[in-house]
């Protein structure tokens, strides 16, 4: 368990484990839920990599899920590497296409809230506990057949999507932040500045309103967490759609996309 992250080796993941990598040198992360078999299932933008701007930094720095395009022959090693079914967001790959360049991370569940405090960085953990992996698995499955919704920076974006698949947790408050520790650090920060400027004419000393900033920011993260907000609601991955009002926009599953994947559904976790 590190003070920022929570770097792993391959070896060291299971079915049901919520991954992350750093892209960009570090300014922000796309996250995952491993299913097993060197397999990945993530959430990201309909649009692919190559029709954005990359000439814009701040839709760089702002979009948490802008990944290198996965076409459908991904790799060589694993045919159904890049599969998602038409209009979706969530896809399928190996480990290797997921990472790209970066580093395995594992997002850590259950921490205690000192612990979470003392992270200095957004969507590294949380404070919820996750269900069992064969339900984590199950939901990363099943949305994989009938997707996610529509992508959002702030309230639907890879992380949340993982977090999902992990605790089955749904956010109510349908016009505040979502599930995701990134966006929450994103507003968090700047807020956190703003509010503890009038603290300089106070504190003639510039490490006492840093202490208070970070002090401030990491409570705003805290108090964004899912493990402890009170607007959110345990809801059954097969009535996500009904809940979210997605209606005729969620995909259905086709029996020859279904053909191209490998069955995941009795996968257990390693000893």
């Known amino acids: ?24 040198v570090f300014t922000y992360s796309h996250h995952g839920i491993y299913v097993g078999g060197s397999k990945v299932v993530h959430f990201t933008p309909k649009k692919t990599a190559q029709s954005r701007d990359a000439s814009s930094s701040t839709a760089a720095i702002i979009n948490t899920d802008s990944v290198p395009s996965i076409p459908s022959s991904c790799c060589e090693i694993f045919p159904d590497c890049g599969f998602r079914q038409p209009g979706s967001g969530v896809v399928l ?19 205690q809230t000192s ?3 003392t992270k200095l960085r957004g969507g590294t953990c949380s404070t919820a506990a996750s269900d069992p992996p064969q ?70 000393s510039p490490v006492g309103v840093a202490t208070v900033t970070a002090g401030m920011y990491c409570m705003s993260r805290y108090a964004t967490d899912i493990g402890v907000r009170s607007d959110v609601i345990k809801v059954a991955v ?10 005729d926009e969620t995909v259905e599953a086709g029996d020859d996309a279904s053909s191209q994947l490998t069955d995941y559904h009795v996968i257990q976790r390693k000893d």
């Open 1 to 24: 368990m590190g003070l920022i992250t929570h770097r792993v080796d391959r070896s060291e993941i299971q079915p049901g484990d919520h991954i992350y990598t750093y892209r960009a």
């Open 93 to 111: 790959t190996c480990l290797d296409c997921f990472l790209g360049k970066g580093s395995l991370h594992l997002f850590e569940y259950s921490i």
């Open 115 to 117: 612990l979470f405090l």
């Open 135 to 204: 339900s984590v698995v199950h939901r990363a499955m099943y949305l994989l057949q009938n997707g996610f919704g529509n992508y959002d920076v702030f309230r639907n974006n890879c992380e949340d999507f993982a977090l999902y698949c992990k605790t089955g947790l749904l956010i109510t408050d349908s016009q505040g932040v979502g599930r995701s520790g990134q966006a929450s650090s994103v507003i968090g920060a700047p807020l956190a500045a703003i509010l503890s400027s009038p603290l300089k004419l106070l504190m003639p």
């Open 238 to 247: 097969e009535d996500l759609a009904v809940n979210l009002g997605w209606g």
